[in-house]
């Protein structure tokens, strides 16, 4: 089991550019989450999936973040322009049931840095 | 929505003495509240959990303790060690139509050798 697996795990991009991250969860893991995490806010649920199926995108700061699940193996989330707050850690995570019936497995997450 | 607030911000403990984070929340019908232990650089990793049904849990030198009439939980960690250094998070999972997990904001545990 390689566990949650992302990429890059570093980006670096000037504001305006569009950042795309990837997200490979744990096969069989029906549940796939999406977090930031920074100093000021901690850790942030931005959306997340079931069954490819967004259940939750409440926590998505605004429309320049989108986020997609086109098979149970991918998912991404993109931000379209980038801006200098968007700069973070970005982590998948995947669970075998939803948040309540199992834990939840994290990436190594990508950390993004927006000049 | 839930709300979870998490005490100390920070915490220094000689090795060998016992740590508590303590954590209260504010939905009445959460029923579910896991802790997270993440290390420097690392990803978030779940140490032990809690479900309503039960007032503590054990796992070696971790425990977890639930008050639902006060709404508050807590980790405890005895004869802590160099390699309990670590952010700790608690969270509680939300009710309604998208359950989900809300985080604390983390707890800077240092166990001074």
């Known amino acids: 089991d390689a566990g949650v697996i992302q990429s890059p795990r570093h980006e670096v991009t000037e504001m305006g550019q569009e950042v795309t991250l990837r997200c490979k969860p744990i096969?069989?893991?029906?549940?796939l989450f999406w977090y930031r995490q920074t100093m000021m806010r901690g850790l942030e649920l931005l959306i997340y999936?079931?069954?490819?199926?967004?259940?939750?995108d409440s926590g998505m700061p605004e429309d320049r973040f989108s986020a997609k699940m086109p098979n149970a193996s991918f998912s991404t989330l993109k931000i379209q322009p980038s801006e200098p707050r968007d700069s973070a850690v970005y982590f998948c995570?995947?669970?075998?049931?939803?948040?309540?019936?199992?834990?939840?497995?994290f990436g190594n997450g990508t950390r993004l840095t927006v000049t | 929505g839930e709300n979870v607030e998490q005490h100390p911000s920070t915490l220094s403990v000689q090795e060998g003495d016992s740590a508590v984070i303590k954590c209260t929340y504010s939905?009445?019908?959460?029923?579910?509240f896991p802790w997270y232990k993440q290390e420097l650089g690392k990803r978030p990793q779940l140490i032990i959990d809690?479900?309503?049904?039960?007032g503590e849990k054990k796992d070696q030198r971790i425990a977890v303790t639930l008050n639902k009439t006060a709404k508050h939980f807590s980790l405890h960690i005895t004869e802590t060690q160099p390699e309990d250094s670590a952010v700790y998070f608690c969270?509680?999972?939300?009710?309604?139509?998208?359950?989900?997990?809300?985080f604390g904001s983390g707890t800077q545990l240092t166990v001074l050798p």
């Open positions: 995570a995947s669970s075998v049931q939803g948040p309540d019936n199992s834990p939840l497995h």
């Open positions: 096969s069989g893991h029906d549940y």
């Open positions: 999936f079931n069954n490819n199926v967004p259940i939750d």
């Open positions: 939905d009445s019908a959460s029923n579910y």
């Open positions: 809690i479900r309503s049904n039960v």
């Open positions: 969270a509680a999972i939300t009710t309604g139509s998208a359950r989900q997990l809300t």
